[in-house]
């Protein structure tokens, strides 16, 4: 394994033979002894760095943003209870003292592809299979098997499966050991009951990812949170917003560009665009006097003042693009493409 010496936590212990460290309970095997020469009768213990990719996946609304902002201890992702919030991949990288986790929050296994938005979506999904490690399915309560694209490729991957049983705030004791007895039939590396909203059992979570990480150096550096851009996220944001005050097909019609980001020291100044597919649609996102938009914009401007931490300026204008969600020009420059 490729162990670099930047990545190696060295432990002195003089005259011990034995430094007791672990990431979380039985792993002594794991760690290595090693007799330094140069520093006479000095045993050094050597802890392997662990790091690896981990892929939240599930149905729509399994709460797998929820958990992945939990876990990343970051609001990057948006969540709302309506299906297909989630439209990219987003990697969330978390370093602890001994290991690297670099999660990704997948959009939901959308059942009915009917555009090209769809493909990108489930193209996210099969993506983040591939790469994973780490497979933590997030069941809903009640829900008993995999969905069979998943169950599929599962059994041509080589990650470790988790099944995590998401929103036991909901269930009884009863219920849940039912359900931790029906998910063990299929033989998953652990099933573990917890509820994302309420952050049960999200450090135990966090450790059992540790201990199924492979030995390999950081993929990052430490202070790099995630792979996507200060834009990206106030993209996010604005749509997460529009995902509150609008029903029915806008939230589904949409896109949100920044075309501007200037960060003046004590401010952000930010221009971007909505674009969504009809004139109907943008008479509505607009509303009367304004008023619709100007809700919507004042909300996100909030969130994203808290999400830089500075006073945010913010302008949104609403654009008609026809069919976007059905072009492959749009696809690309809206950042939908799978790489
Ligand atoms: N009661 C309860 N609700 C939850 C829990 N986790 C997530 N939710 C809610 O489920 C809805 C969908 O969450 P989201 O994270 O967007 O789901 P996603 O579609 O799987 O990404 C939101 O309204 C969340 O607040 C939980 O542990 N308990
Ligand atoms: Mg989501």
Redesign the pocket.
């Known amino acids: 394994m490729g162990l670099h010496a930047e990545n190696l936590r060295l432990l002195l212990q003089i005259g011990a033979s034995h430094c007791a460290l672990s990431i979380e309970g039985n792993n002594s095997s794991r760690q290595k002894k090693l007799r330094c020469t140069e520093q006479n009768s000095v045993i050094c213990t050597l802890m392997s760095f662990r790091s690896g990719f981990v892929s ?1 996946i ?12 939990k876990l990343v201890g970051e609001k990057l ?10 439209r990219h991949r987003i990697l969330g990288i978390v370093n602890r003292e001994q290991a690297q986790i670099i999660y990704s ?1 997948t ?2 296994l959308v059942r009915r592809v009917s555009n090209k938005m769809h493909e990108h979506m489930v193209g996210a999904v099969m993506e983040s299979l591939d790469d994973a490690d780490v497979l933590v399915y ?1 069941a809903n309560p009640k829900e008993h098997n995999l969905p069979e694209a998943i169950a599929d490729r599962l059994s041509r991957s080589k990650a470790s499966l988790v099944i995590a049983l ?5 269930a009884t004791q009863e219920q849940i050991e039912a359900e931790v007895e029906g998910w063990r039939k299929l033989n998953p590396t652990a099933v573990i009951p ?5 952050g ?1 059992n999200i450090i135990s979570l966090e450790q059992l990812i540790i201990s199924l990480l492979p030995e390999h150096p950081a993929y990052f550096p430490e202070d790099q949170l995630t792979d996507r851009t200060d834009r990206f996220f106030v993209n996010e944001i604005i749509r997460g917003k529009i995902l509150t005050y609008y029903s029915q097909e806008i939230p589904y019609s949409i896109e949100v560009i920044t075309q501007s980001f200037k960060d003046n020291k004590n401010l952000l100044k930010i221009q971007a665009e909505v674009i969504c597919e009809r004139e109907s649609q943008k008479a509505i996102l607009i509303g009367q006097n304004g008023r619709a938009l100007k809700r919507t914009a004042t909300a996100a401007r909030q969130d994203l003042e808290a999400f830089f931490g500075k006073q945010v300026f913010l302008e949104v204008r609403v654009k008609v693009r026809e069919d976007w969600r059905d072009k492959d020009s749009s696809m690309r420059e809206f950042g939908y493409q799978n790489d």
């Open positions: 939240i599930g149905l729509p609304n399994a709460g797998k943003s929820t958990l992945y902002n992702s948006v969540v709302n209870p309506k299906a297909q919030t989630t929050d959009p939901g997030l998401n929103k036991i705030d909901l917890l509820s994302a909203l309420h049960f």
